[in-house]
């Protein structure tokens, strides 16, 4: 199993769930590699690559203890960044270069935070489950949430929040409708809209 998670600073309100997360998954029998990434460590946004953006700290197995301090260390090594796009897919594909033998891939990833690199999109060959921190109905963000859509269905992978896990997603198709967390989405042109009534 891979795990990929952002460490942004945007993900500092979900820190504590996040960390939760991490321990009561952490299984040495399954877990293969952890990533943890945090958009460039300090790096100006002119100096930004796509695909070379940096910021990406792969961990092969950690104890359980060391989780916390690596994801402290991760989010220290990237202070000033404050631009609201993350490297979610350079840090994926890093990780999955980086690792042998695994089955499933995890992006823990920000809701509310677009995703910098979807270019790298049609290199990814496994798919990917993405667990949306601060997924809120009320303050939904449709570009965001739109680009975690694209890669689940993209992969054949899945998207998951504390209230729903939609599945299938590759099997969505232009005017495909599903809820998540309360609020109705349709599939239109490609993109997610919210649902008319």
């Known amino acids: 199993m891979l795990i990929i998670t952002d460490c942004t600073y945007s993900m500092m309100p979900y820190s504590t769930h996040v960390v939760l997360w991490h321990l009561l998954n952490n299984n040495p029998h399954n877990i293969v590699t952890y990533t943890f990434f945090n958009d460039g460590d300090s790096r100006p946004i002119s100096r930004k690559k796509i695909g070379k953006t940096g910021g990406v700290y792969v961990v092969e197995n950690p104890k359980k203890e060391r989780i916390l301090n690596i994801m402290r260390m991760v989010r220290i090594a990237g202070y000033g960044n404050d631009d609201e796009e993350e490297n979610d897919l350079e840090a994926v594909l890093k990780t999955m270069q980086v690792a042998k033998n695994y089955d499933d891939v995890i992006l823990l990833a920000d809701a509310n935070s677009s995703v910098r690199d979807m270019e790298l999109l049609k290199e990814l060959n496994r798919p990917i489950r993405i667990v949306l921190c601060g997924f809120n109905s009320q303050t939904l963000?449709?570009?965001?949430?739109?680009?975690?859509?694209?890669?689940?269905?993209?992969?054949?992978?899945?998207?998951?929040?504390?209230?729903?896990?939609?599945e299938n997603l590759a099997a969505m198709t232009e005017d495909s409708k599903f809820v998540i967390d309360g609020i109705e989405v349709t599939v239109k042109n490609g993109k997610v809209v919210l649902a008319k009534n």
């Open 141 to 166: 963000n449709l570009l965001s949430f739109w680009q975690y859509y694209e890669i689940a269905q993209y992969t054949g992978g899945s998207i998951h929040t504390v209230e729903s896990d939609i």
